[in-house]
C-alpha cells in the first residue's frame, strides 16, 4: 500500500475491512502547521504500512481515516509517592466496515498496569506493559513501519500495548487502562508527569483531567508549570486539582510538596556550557490566616471615576464594586472613598475607622456618585496619595479610570513624577483601567512603582467582577516589603551569587498567596543553600506575643538546596526565567518610551538572543518566526532592527486597543505570574472548574506562544516548537535548530538519512541529552549537536 503525500485531505474515506488499527491514545506526533486556524474534530492521522494502520490523534487528517480517538479522560490519585492514574480512551468508526485497533500508549518509566478493559468486547482483552529498553525498540519498529518518526519524542517511556480489538461501522468504544507508579520524593517533594506531545498540531481530541493529591502530613506548594491547573483544598492534607486547558500539546507536568509541611520549594537547572552556575525558580505559599486571627489591619482608598463616559452600567458596576470592598472589609479597619471628574471630591479628608455607622454613611455617599464631566486623572490620584497612612496599617489605593486624562496635569510622565512624590507613606495603588480608552503603559507604571498589580476591564466585561477578584486576593497582608535572598547552610561559608533575578522588587503577600522568583545562580557552597523570602518590615497574622513577633524577623519561607539537585529534567526553568526576563525588558523600554525615547539597543539586543535561544516570540518578535526570515539574519543585526523599528511603532499606541494589547500580552507572558493562584469566582467559560472557595493558577503564557495584536486579536505562532530542551524554527521548508543561530547559513557537516545506522545512532545520542524530539518532526531538520552541523532527512 503506498503511502500518501495529500496535505489536507477529506477524513470521509473507508479503509478496506481486516486492516489493524494502532489507536496511539493520549500521544501527539510532532508534525507542526504553520496555518493559524484550528483542525476540525475529524482530524487524526493516518500512517499506512503492510498489514496495519495507524490512527494518532491530535494530528491533521490523512486519507482513509474511519476511526479516530474522540476523548481521553484521566483521573489520578497521588496518596504520598504513589501515583495511580485512570485513563479512559474513546475511539469512534465512521465508516462502513468493522475495523481492527490497538491500544499504544507511552508511560512513564516504573509504571506497572493494575487493570486493563474495553466495553462491549465479549473477548477478554490484554494489556502488556514493555519496559525502556524493550519499549524503545518497539518505538523504533513502529517509527520503521509507519515511516513516520513521530514517537521518537517519547523513546526513553514505558510503553503499554493492548491486544488487537474491534471497533464495528458507527459504534464507540471505551478503553479503560489503569496503572500505578512510584513518584521519587526530593526533599518532600514529588512530581507527577503524564506524557504528551510537544507537537504544535491543534488537539482535535478533547482532554479532561481530575487529580486528587493526599498526604500523611501537612501539605505545601501544589504547581504546575506546563499548564494552568485549578485547585480545592479539603483539608490541609488533602486537595483536588483540575486542568481546564489541556488542549495546549506538551507533558503535563505537576509538582506538591507532601508531608513536611514545608511553604516553599526551589527547581535548578544547569548552565549546559557552566555546570557551576545555572537557573533556578523559587515557589513559596503564605501561611493561610484564619478571619478569627489577628491580622494587619488594611487602609483602602477606593477613588471612582465618574466622568461622562463612566454614564450607564459602568457606573452602576463601580458603584456596586465599591460598595462590596466597604462591606468586605473589618471592622476596625480603615477606608476613604474619592470620586472625581473635571474636578476632585471625598467623602472624608482623612480614612475613617469601619464601624456600622461608618459603613452606612460611606455606603450611602457612594450610592449619590454620578457619571458626568471630564477627566482629573492627575488631581484624584494625588488626592489618594498626599495624606499620611494609618499607623500600623497596610496602605492601599484602588483606582478606577476608564478614559484619558483631559483636565489639570496631562502629560504621562509628569502625573507619574507626581504621583511618585506625593506617595510619601509608599501606598499600594491597584489600577483598573474600564475600556481600551485608557493610557495602558501610564496605568502599567503606577502600579509598578507602588509595587502594586494594574488590571484591565475589556470592553463587554464586569467591572464589578474584575474589581472584586482583586479585591479578594488583598485579603489577610501576612508579609509586607518581602525581600527575597539566599545564603549558605552552614554559616561559615559564603553564600551563592544571585543575578538577573525576576521579578526584581516582590509585592506584598497575603494569606495564602504564592510567590515564584526566577533568576540566575553561581557558586552554590559546598555544604548547601537555603533560598528564602523574608519580610523587610513585619510578619504578622497569628496573634504572637512580642517575643515571637521578635523571631519571626528571620526568613520565613525557605527552600534548601544543593549542587546535586540541578537537574536537565528542569529545563522549563530557563525558559520560564527567560520569559520573565523578556517581558520586563520589553515593559522596561515602553513605560520608558513615554515621551518618545527610542529603545535602548542593549536591551533590545538581549530580548532577540533570548527569544531567539527560547523560542519566546511577543509582538515585537514574531516576525523572527517568519519562515521567509533564516535564522542567520534573525540572529543578526538585522533582527534587531527590526525589533527597534517595531517597538518604536508601538509605542507610539499608549491607548486604544493597540494599547491595551500590550498591557495584556505582558500580563500573560509573566511567568511570575503564571504559576501563582488567584480566587477562581465562577465557571464563566463553562470548562467544569467552578469551585468555591478554590484557586486557580493563572494561565500565563506557558506552553504556547500567542499573543495579542493591535486589535485584540489573539495569534498563534506555529513555526516554532519548544521541547523540553531546545527551540525548533521552521525556516524555508526545513526545521532549524535555534542553537546554529548565524551557523545556520552554513552548509551541513554531516547529513544523515531516515532508518540508517547512523540515524539510530543520532537517536540514542540525542535521547541521552534529552532532545530526542526533535528527530520527530517530518522533512529536514537541520541541528548542532556536539558542536556539528547536521542535516536529517526525515521523510516528508
Known amino acids: 500500500m503506498t503511502r500518501s503525500n495529500t496535505r489536507r485531505p477529506t477524513p470521509a474515506m473507508i479503509i478496506t475491512s481486516g486492516v489493524t488499527l494502532m489507536m496511539l491514545a493520549g500521544t501527539t506526533l510532532a508534525q507542526n502547521q504553520t496555518a493559524t486556524v484550528p483542525v476540525s474534530s475529524a482530524d487524526p492521522v493516518i500512517r499506512e504500512a503492510p498489514g496495519i494502520n495507524f490512527i494518532l490523534p491530535q494530528r491533521p487528517s490523512r486519507p482513509g481515516v474511519i476511526t479516530w480517538v474522540k476523548a481521553v479522560d484521566v483521573d489520578v490519585r497521588i496518596t504520598d509517592t504513589l501515583a495511580t492514574t485512570e485513563m479512559k480512551v474513546t475511539v469512534e468508526n465512521h465508516g462502513s466496515s468493522t475495523t481492527q485497533a490497538q491500544l499504544v500508549l507511552p508511560v512513564p518509566a516504573g509504571a506497572t498496569i493494575r487493570t486493563f ?68 520524593a526530593h ?139 466597604v462591606q468586605g472589609m473589618a471592622m476596625g479597619e480603615f477606608v476613604r472613598v474619592i470620586d472625581y471628574a473635571g474636578d476632585v471630591r471625598s467623602f472624608s479628608d482623612q480614612p475613617v475607622e469601619l464601624t456600622p455607622d461608618s459603613i452606612k454613611q460611606v455606603v450611602a455617599y457612594i450610592e449619590n456618585i454620578q457619571a458626568r464631566g471630564g477627566t482629573n486623572l492627575h488631581g484624584a490620584l494625588v488626592e489618594a496619595l498626599r495624606s499620611d497612612a494609618t499607623p500600623d496599617t497596610l496602605p492601599m489605593v484602588l483606582f478606577l479610570t476608564d478614559g484619558l486624562a483631559t483636565v489639570g496635569v496631562t502629560g504621562e510622565s509628569a502625573i507619574r513624577k507626581d504621583a511618585q512624590a506625593s506617595n510619601a507613606s509608599g501606598k499600594r495603588v491597584f489600577t483598573f483601567g474600564v475600556g481600551y480608552d485608557v493610557n495602558a503603559p501610564l496605568l502599567d507604571g503606577i502600579a509598578m512603582d507602588t509595587k502594586a498589580e494594574s488590571t484591565f476591564v475589556l470592553p463587554n466585561e464586569d467591572v464589578e467582577i474584575k474589581v472584586g477578584q482583586v479585591f479578594d486576593k488583598l485579603d489577610g497582608p501576612v508579609m509586607i516589603d518581602p525581600a527575597f535572598g539566599a545564603h549558605a547552610s552552614d554559616s561559615s561559608q559564603a553564600g551563592p551569587t544571585l543575578f538577573e533575578v525576576e521579578p526584581r522588587e516582590l509585592g506584598d503577600l497575603f494569606s495564602g498567596s504564592r510567590v515564584v522568583v526566577l533568576g540566575r545562580y553561581s557558586e552554590l557552597p559546598d555544604g548547601g543553600s537555603n533560598f528564602w523570602v523574608g ?254 552541523r547536521v542535516l536529517v532527512k526525515n521523510p516528508q
Request: proline share 5%; aromatic share 6%; with cysteine.
Open 187 to 325: 526533599k518532600g517533594r514529588v512530581e507527577y508527569v503524564l506524557p504528551r506531545s510537544a507537537s504544535l498540531a491543534s488537539s482535535a481530541v478533547q482532554w479532561s483531567i481530575d487529580i486528587e493529591v493526599e498526604s500523611s502530613g501537612a501539605m505545601g506548594p501544589v504547581f504546575s508549570p506546563s499548564h494552568p491547573i485549578v485547585t480545592k483544598p479539603v483539608t490541609d492534607r488533602l486537595m483536588r486539582v483540575g486542568v481546564p486547558m489541556l488542549s495546549e500539546p506538551g507533558p503535563f507536568r505537576m509538582y506538591a510538596m507532601l508531608g513536611s509541611g514545608q511553604e516553599a520549594t526551589a527547581l535548578l537547572y544547569p548552565d549546559a556550557d557552566d555546570p557551576d552556575s545555572g537557573y533556578f525558580m523559587f515557589v513559596a505559599d503564605a501561611p493561610t490566616i484564619d478571619k478569627t486571627q489577628q491580622q494587619i489591619k488594611r487602609e483602602i482608598t477606593i477613588v471612582i471615576d465618574r466622568s461622562g463616559s463612566m454614564g450607564g452600567e459602568k457606573i452602576i458596576q463601580a458603584r456596586e464594586s465599591a460598595k462590596q470592598i
Open 535 to 788: 519580610p523587610n518590615r513585619l510578619f504578622c497574622g497569628t496573634g504572637m506575643t512580642p517575643e515571637q513577633m521578635e523571631s519571626m524577623n528571620k526568613p520565613r519561607l525557605e527552600a534548601a538546596v544543593d549542587a546535586s539537585d540541578a537537574t536537565i529534567k528542569h529545563a522549563f526553568v530557563a525558559r520560564l526565567w527567560a520569559q520573565q526576563r523578556i517581558n520586563a525588558l520589553i515593559n522596561e523600554i515602553r513605560l520608558a518610551s513615554a515621551d518618545g525615547t527610542p529603545p535602548n539597543k542593549e536591551l533590545v539586543d538581549e530580548i532577540v538572543r533570548l527569544s531567539l535561544e527560547h523560542g519566546i516570540m511577543s509582538e515585537y518578535t514574531a516576525f523572527l518566526a517568519d519562515e521567509s526570515m533564516d535564522l542567520a539574519r534573525a540572529s543578526s543585526f538585522t533582527g534587531t532592527v527590526q525589533v527597534v523599528d517595531g517597538m518604536i511603532d508601538s509605542n507610539r499606541d499608549r491607548s486604544g486597543a493597540a494599547g491595551v494589547s500590550q498591557a495584556e500580552n505582558r500580563k500573560n507572558q509573566d511567568s511570575s505570574m503564571a504559576m501563582k493562584v488567584v480566587q477562581e469566582q465562577a465557571d464563566q467559560d463553562g470548562d467544569g472548574y467552578a469551585y468555591t472557595g478554590g484557586q486557580v493558577q493563572s494561565t500565563g503564557n506557558i506552553t504556547s506562544n500567542t499573543y495579542y495584536d493591535s486589535s485584540m486579536r489573539q495569534v498563534r505562532v506555529q513555526t516554532v516548537q519548544r521541547g523540553l530542551q531546545g527551540t525548533l524554527y521552521r525556516k524555508n521548508g526545513q526545521w532549524v535548530d535555534a542553537q546554529l543561530g548565524e551557523s545556520a547559513a552554513e552548509e551541513p557537516q554531516q547529513t544523515i538519512e531516515f532508518d540508517t545506522e547512523s540515524y539510530w545512532a543520532l537517536v540514542d545520542d540525542l535521547t541521552k541529552q534529552d532532545r530526542q524530539w526533535v528527530l520527530s518532526n517530518r522533512g529536514e531538520i537541520y541541528l548542532m549537536n556536539r558542536g556539528q
Open 117 to 184: 478493559g474495553i466495553d462491549g468486547i465479549g473477548e477478554e482483552p490484554t494489556a502488556q506493559l514493555l519496559p525502556r529498553e524493550e519499549a524503545t525498540r518497539r518505538y523504533h519498529e513502529i517509527v520503521r513501519s509507519m515511516v513516520d518518526p513521530g514517537l521518537l519524542e517519547f523513546v526513553g517511556s514505558a510503553l503499554i500495548q493492548s491486544s488487537v480489538f474491534p471497533v464495528n461501522p458507527g459504534e464507540s468504544r471505551t478503553m479503560t487502562i489503569v496503572y500505578e507508579q512510584s513518584l521519587d
